[in-house]
């Protein structure tokens, strides 16, 4: 399957752990994007990255969230000190460029819920 | 700001009847839209897209959408449902600027009953 490949599918942490979720985009995407789903909504854009850089974090909250994505292995969003309202579905996407016919290719995503 | 709204939270259609999935835009200058759909425990499924030409797009599994600058919507319809269409559609304009940068509207749940 060389689609977008997100792991682990479903993620339970407590209160003040950290959540780490994995993204390895589909095979010749080096563009990487992280969305937010909560229940009964759309999708929330979090953060656009290139290998090894950070383009547009705008979407991501200031604290307790970051991302990467190294030259080797899949991308990261890191979750720390998780609180219960962190608890809702995240989507990675991934495509070949940015350019603007370009569809993005959304993973199965990881639901993360915090007891 | 660039966004979509589904004005819709459900729609109900039985099998074998037209539906439509209603959408509208607020853009400045020509829009990139684009319809997905995303069924239960599943990411989201890339259906069609309008970024210029025909205001007519044709896309995946008998899914069409109309772009109509006036009424400024572009409506994903089919002509005959199935069962199996059932699932949780969602329209996005993509950012002319930030191409990174995806504005999806609050989805619509599709009952398709036999």
């Known amino acids: 399957n060389a689609g977008v490949m997100q792991n682990p599918r479903h993620l339970v942490r407590r209160r003040g752990q950290e959540a780490r979720l994995r993204c390895s985009p589909m095979k010749g995407h080096s563009h990487v994007y992280w969305y937010r789903q909560l229940p009964e909504e759309g999708l929330k854009f979090m953060v656009y990255l290139q290998k090894e850089n950070i383009i547009d974090e705008s979407g991501m909250p200031k604290e307790r969230f970051s991302a990467e994505f190294p030259k080797e292995g899949p991308s990261i969003l890191r979750i720390q000190q998780v609180v219960r309202g962190d608890s809702a579905a995240y989507f990675c996407?991934?495509?070949?460029?940015?350019?603007?016919?370009?569809?993005?290719?959304f993973g199965d995503g990881t639901r993360l819920s915090i007891l | 700001a660039q966004s979509v709204a589904q004005p819709e939270d459900q729609v109900n259609v039985a099998e074998g009847n037209p539906l439509t999935v209603k959408c509208t835009y607020s853009v400045s200058g020509n829009p990139y839209l684009f319809w997905y759909v995303q069924y239960p425990n599943r990411g989201l499924q890339f259906l069609l897209k309008y970024i210029t030409g025909d205001n007519l797009v044709k896309g995946s599994y008998g899914f069409e959408a109309e772009f109509n600058k006036s009424q400024t919507s572009f409506h994903l319809k089919k002509p005959s449902a199935l069962v199996s269409d059932s699932a949780l559609y969602f329209c996005a304009v993509r950012d002319k600027i930030n191409f990174n940068k995806f504005y999806f509207g609050s989805g619509t749940k599709l009952n398709v009953k036999p």
């Open positions: 996407a991934s495509s070949p460029s940015p350019g603007g016919n370009q569809p993005q290719h």
